[in-house]
């Protein structure tokens, strides 16, 4: 199937269109999130909790296959667009799923599917 059958009857514009609303809001509401819990608790503090029992430890590790798995892909993508990689990656290594909701915000509408 092509992406034409896939997408809504708006067509692929639109559907770019929204992906990218809702990634705007899902990086505007994850942010806001993360200032509370930075302010109220630190940057060592986010981390405290995971060490406290296994299933938060669960939760962590979990977060970071994801992160890596994100990351492969994206090192991939950067490259096949021209783009440097390595601030994407300091950004995710250095403060999480920012680093990925940002590759994905700035990322070339008009860039070719992955094949």
């Given amino acids: ?40 608790h630190g940057y060592l503090g986010l981390f405290q909790p995971a060490l406290e029992s296994l299933a938060a430890a669960q939760v962590l590790i979990d977060l970071v296959i994801a992160l890596v798995l994100f990351l492969v892909w994206m090192w991939g993508d950067a490259k096949r667009l021209g783009r440097n990689p390595w601030p994407w ?26 094949r």
Avoid: C, N, Q
């Fill in 1 to 40: 199937m092509t992406r034409e059958v896939i997408v809504a009857p708006g067509g692929i514009d639109e559907a770019r269109d929204m992906t990218r609303i809702l990634l705007l809001f899902t990086t505007l509401g994850f942010g806001a999130f993360t200032a509370l819990a930075l302010w109220h």
């Fill in 89 to 114: 990656a300091a950004l995710t290594l250095a403060a999480g799923s920012f680093g990925p909701l940002l590759y994905l915000l700035t990322r070339p509408t008009d860039a070719p599917p992955d």
